[in-house]
């Protein structure tokens, strides 16, 4: 498990996909694509996405938004 902070930003690494992964969102909100699926993510949701599902994440607010 690792926390980290996104800045602001429109989107975020080019979409990937490789073993299983959860993310817990800490503060703000964060958006997470999921398949073809781009899903809000606010303060204490949990997401799990399958192994090799295509996902990606953003930060497309004005702060620091940490998972």
């Known amino acids: 498990m690792s926390e980290c902070c996104l800045n602001p930003t ?3 690494p080019a979409p990937h996909k490789h073993k299983a992964q959860v993310f817990y969102v800490l503060a703000g909100t964060i958006y997470m ?3 073809d ?3 809000d993510a606010p303060k204490g949701t949990f997401i799990s996405i399958p192994r090799f599902t ?3 994440f953003a ?3 004005q ?3 940490e998972c």
């Open 10 to 12: 429109p989107c975020g």
């Open 33 to 35: 694509l999921v398949a």
């Open 37 to 39: 699926d781009w899903i």
């Open 54 to 56: 295509i996902h990606n």
């Open 59 to 61: 930060n497309r607010t």
């Open 63 to 65: 702060a620091v938004q």
